[in-house]
């Protein structure tokens, strides 16, 4: 049951890694072109900080599990 729940929780870690990856290069994306999001500088950089945090609790989750 232990390996069950360690094998969901790696791949809920993955999935958040994968979304704020999709998040922090949509939002390069939109400081350089003003495509996704409009253009807006303070809400790129809010959504790349977002990114960064999530990124980071997943890093620090993921050593938790080993």
């Known amino acids: 049951m232990a390996n069950f729940s ?6 809920m870690i993955y ?3 994968g979304v704020a990856g999709v998040v922090a290069i949509a939002s390069l ?4 072109a ?3 999001f409009g253009g807006q500088m ?3 950089i809010f959504f790349m ?5 999530i990124g980071y609790l ?3 989750a ?3 599990l080993r």
């Open 6 to 11: 360690s094998s969901t929780s790696k791949k």
């Open 15 to 17: 999935g958040s890694w």
């Open 29 to 32: 994306i939109d400081i350089f």
């Open 34 to 36: 003003g495509l996704p």
């Open 42 to 44: 303070m809400m790129d």
């Open 49 to 53: 900080l977002g990114a960064g945090l």
């Open 58 to 60: 997943g890093y620090d």
């Open 62 to 64: 993921y050593n938790d």
